[in-house]
């Protein structure tokens, strides 16, 4: 595999669920990110990490759980979240937090 | 604080008919500019890396530029594939990337 490959795809979780987003890359890169996109709205940064330490935190709410086990993966920990949470989250990753991002396709997330 | 505006919003062009997409933006220290396209449903493809005013870079019918305060996109003849949303994101020294909302557009036979 070759990229930045996200799972699952799609996710339907009720409020009361506890489900997790996995990242992987095959880059070599040192930066990673999750990103949420909602409809008609610009990206909205959530976590960066940096050789696996966290750089960068949004004023994401703690129902999102960032988690960087080693360069190569990241996941996104959900618990209890609300219907506004549904969209699209994007994971990416970069040679060096600030460089060029290469996405991933993304998981479109369904919160009922 | 970074900002990135894209005009248009969208953008309905025929088959063959050439255009250009604006990307303004004011950056502290600009490290670099990119533009991405964008599926729905799908992650941003990166498509090129500006990085000085004056530099260009080309790829089959897209031709990116830059100035000193914005970037455009070229698309010459373009054909029902090159649909999408083209994004414009900057980064300075803030080591932080500022996306804009982006351009939607469809190519009609």
Redesign the interface.
């Known amino acids: 595999e070759t990229g930045?490959t996200?799972t699952p795809r799609h996710l339907v979780m009720g409020m009361t669920n506890k489900k997790s987003l996995k990242c992987e890359q095959h880059l070599g890169h040192n930066a990673m990110?999750w990103y949420k996109q909602s409809a008609k709205?610009?990206?909205e940064?959530m976590f960066v990490y940096s050789l696996e330490e966290r750089v960068?935190n949004n004023s994401v709410p703690s129902r999102f759980s960032p988690e960087c086990p080693n360069s190569s993966h990241l996941f996104l920990h959900l618990h209890t979240l609300q219907p506004e949470d549904s969209a699209?989250y994007?994971c990416?990753s970069s040679q060096?937090?600030?460089?060029?991002?290469?996405?991933?396709?993304?998981t479109?997330l369904t919160v009922v | 604080e970074d900002q990135v505006t894209q005009s248009p919003e969208a953008l309905r062009l025929q088959e063959g008919e050439s255009s250009s997409l604006n990307c303004s933006y004011t950056v502290s220290g600009l490290?670099?500019l990119?533009w991405?396209r964008q599926d729905p449903?799908?992650?941003?493809?990166?498509l090129f890396?500006l990085y000085s005013a004056g530099e260009e870079k080309e790829k089959e019918r897209l031709k990116a530029t830059l100035t000193k305060k914005e970037s455009f996109l070229h698309i010459t003849a373009p054909k029902p594939e090159d649909s999408a949303t083209y994004?414009c994101v900057v980064?300075g020294t803030?080591?932080?990337?500022t996306?804009?909302?982006?351009t939607r557009l469809q190519v009609t036979l």
Request: glycine letters at 18%; hydrophobic letters at 35%.
């Open positions: 930045v996200q990110y709205k610009p990206l940064l960068e699209l994007l990416a060096q937090h600030g460089t060029e991002a290469f996405f991933g396709q993304g479109r | 490290r670099g990119f991405y449903g799908k992650g941003p493809e990166f890396t994004l980064t803030a080591s932080k990337l996306f804009g909302t982006g």
